[in-house]
């Protein structure tokens, strides 16, 4: 069954530097997506990316996230300067039919931790 | 503005009793999707169910069940003869935006003890 994969698992860096998370979505789909989970809080939605721009982003994706997809099967966000505060789980989701209310898969997540 | 509630924050039960978890779903929208997701202690997000506002049938798989009911916006999910396996925490979630990103509640944790 396809999933979505991502990479690392778990990164640990210091604050101030630049991290890069990656995410394959299954490979049919169109729309894709990163979300936020701070420790025992719920899923924040980060972003959303379709036809190579972003469609959609909330507040928190300020100037200091990015996202990229460089070829047919990476997608990826960035972070430029990570804040402690940016200690969290990131998912990658992705969704492959063109209603919005398809269903979106996730990834199993990257753990980042800023220290 | 849509908005997920989930009013309980934990729930511990003994293996096979049943549970439910509670879900409402707040908006002015007349059509939505309502989604469940399980995360297990190992952090993955697993969907579980997606209920558009027009079905109010209920959904039964297995031991899980769903009754969706548009006149109180509610989304509930029952376990029945609930599982070990079953300690999670599950999250209910509704579409937020016009590019179909989630907004989700705030997660319901639910620990079956053998």
């Known amino acids: 069954e396809p999933e979505v994969t991502q990479t690392p698992s778990h990164q640990v860096t210091q604050m101030g530097q630049e991290v890069i998370l990656r995410c394959v979505p299954i490979s049919n789909h169109l729309y894709f997506y990163w979300y936020r989970q701070i420790l025992g809080q719920k899923v924040e939605f980060l972003v959303s990316?379709?036809?190579?721009?972003?469609?959609?982003k909330s507040e928190i994706f300020d100037d200091q996230f990015s996202v990229e997809r460089p070829d047919g099967s990476n997608f990826t966000l960035k972070i430029r300067s990570t804040k402690l505060e940016d200690s969290a789980m990131y998912f990658c989701a992705s969704r492959g039919g063109y209603q919005v209310s398809d269903t979106q898969y996730f990834g199993p997540g990257t753990r980042l931790t800023v220290l | 503005a849509q908005k997920v509630t989930q009013a309980q924050t934990e729930i511990s039960v003994v293996e096979k009793e049943d549970v439910t978890l509670d879900c409402v779903y707040e908006t002015r929208d007349t059509t939505y999707y309502l989604f469940w997701y399980k995360q297990p202690p190992s952090g993955e997000l697993v969907f579980l169910i997606r209920r558009n506002s027009f079905d109010e049938q209920n959904e039964i798989s297995g031991r899980y069940s769903w009754n969706f009911q548009k006149s109180t916006s509610s989304f509930n999910f029952t376990i029945t003869a609930s599982q070990v396996v079953d300690s999670a925490v599950y999250f209910c979630?509704?579409?937020?935006?016009?590019?179909?990103?989630?907004?989700f509640g705030k997660g319901t944790k639910l620990s079956v003890k053998p």
């Open positions: 990316f379709y036809n190579n721009e972003i469609s959609e």
């Open positions: 979630a509704a579409y937020g935006g016009s590019q179909g990103n989630l907004i």
